[in-house]
């Protein structure tokens, strides 16, 4: 018997303990239960949290791979003591999956590991999950996402029966769902339907009270809950000359999103994207610091500098176009060229629209009829998008 299947069928039977005792029991992941300093040679301080009924304890930063490239920028992150990496099977047409691999090394099994897979069925998700684990040099990830749903109609019972499948088979630990959108009602509906354990939602400091309530709910009904999209938009990616940095830049902003998120007590873990060595330890920081006053302050003065740009995800516009754009979608590819300077990526997904859809353009309508309630400028933001990406 092989290396691979004797450790899965070793994690298949811990499967089958009660989801409390099952970190704990398998042995695999064992990082500190408090809060403490980091390892020897590093001046980082790090802050942990309990991922739900996961009970895996995570650094409350993490680390978003979807646009590294830089495999260092990963090296050193778990060498700090950073313990939360997500990747996708799609990031980078796979090659993100087999970076994030390499540069964990050694590591893995020190670091809790989150892939997620947008395929739509049954034989599609757990062909995903093979691949994942091949390029990922890893035999089970710690938790595997149903990407990017939008509402409880797009989570299907052959999805769910794919995940508890690669669960038995000690493929996966945990199961869950990432969502850009719809989060007010599908984080309840998750939560009630009791078998998703972990949920990943985008969640940042522009948001209402709504989302805040719905991430409580996912909380309190034992659910980890990892957020996504948690600095707006970023923009941090523009340099000086860049007329939106000019328009912008505001130094600490981001730092306080960060920190904004961290300091919301349903939320485990967050996953801001990491580039370079500047960015992890502006991030590293949000551990050190206390979210306060100054901050919130910082924060309402950036939201009146990015309401016309960013879009919220809300959900209020959909169906709302007369030509039948997908608005926020179209927003959201903007905001990976505009704010994390992810220009091919932006376009990528752009492209992967139907042909008419691709071909509208907004300067062709008299009028809109989509009206943001938070004041985005729709027709002019989706207008740039088109003359950007088409």
Known sequence: MDSKTSRREFLSAGLMLPVAGASSSLGLFNPPRNPVSSPAGSSAKLSYK???????????????????SDSSVIERAADIGINYFDTARGY????????????????RKQVVLSTKSGAQTKEGLLSDIDA???????????????HGKGSP?????????????????????????????????????????????????????????????????AAKAGMGVVGMKVMAGGFRSNKPGNPLYEKLHQNGALLAALKWVIDKPGVATTIPSMT?????????KA??????????????????????LYCRMCGQCDGACQKGLPVA??????????????????????????????????????????????????????????????
Request: hydrophobic share 40%; aromatic share 8%.
């Open 276 to 284: 370079d060595m500047d960015q992890l330890d502006e991030n590293l």
């Open 132 to 146: 994942s684990l091949r390029e990922l040099n890893t035999d089970y990830v710690d938790i595997w996402f149903l």
């Open 287 to 308: 551990m050190a610091q206390p979210f306060s006053d100054g901050d919130r302050k910082l924060l309402a003065a950036h939201l009146e500098k990015i309401s016309p």
């Open 50 to 68: 309990t991922l739900g009924r996961t009970e895996l304890k995570v650094t409350t930063v993490g680390f978003g791979c979807m646009i590294t």
């Open 92 to 107: 980078q047409h796979g090659n993100n999956e087999r970076m994030v691999g390499a540069a964990l090394g050694a590591k």
């Open 153 to 217: 109609a797009e989570v299907h019972d052959d999805m769910i029966e794919a995940q508890q499948l690669a669960k038995k088979q000690g493929k996966i630990r945990f199961a869950g769902v990432s969502t850009h959108g719809g989060q007010q009602q599908l984080l309840p509906w998750m939560a009630e339907k009791g078998v998703f354990d972990v949920v990943l939602a985008a969640y940042n400091f522009t948001m209402d009270a709504s989302m805040e309530q719905a991430i409580a709910a």
């Open 329 to 390: 979608d179209v927003l959201r590819w903007l905001t990976y060229a505009d704010g994390y300077g992810q220009f091919a990526l932006g376009r990528e997904r752009f492209l992967e629209m139907s042909s008419e859809l691709a071909a509208i353009r907004c300067a062709d309508c008299t009028s809109c009829t989509v009206n943001c309630p938070h004041g985005v400028q729709v027709s002019s933001r989706v207008a740039r998008a088109q003359e950007l990406f088409a």
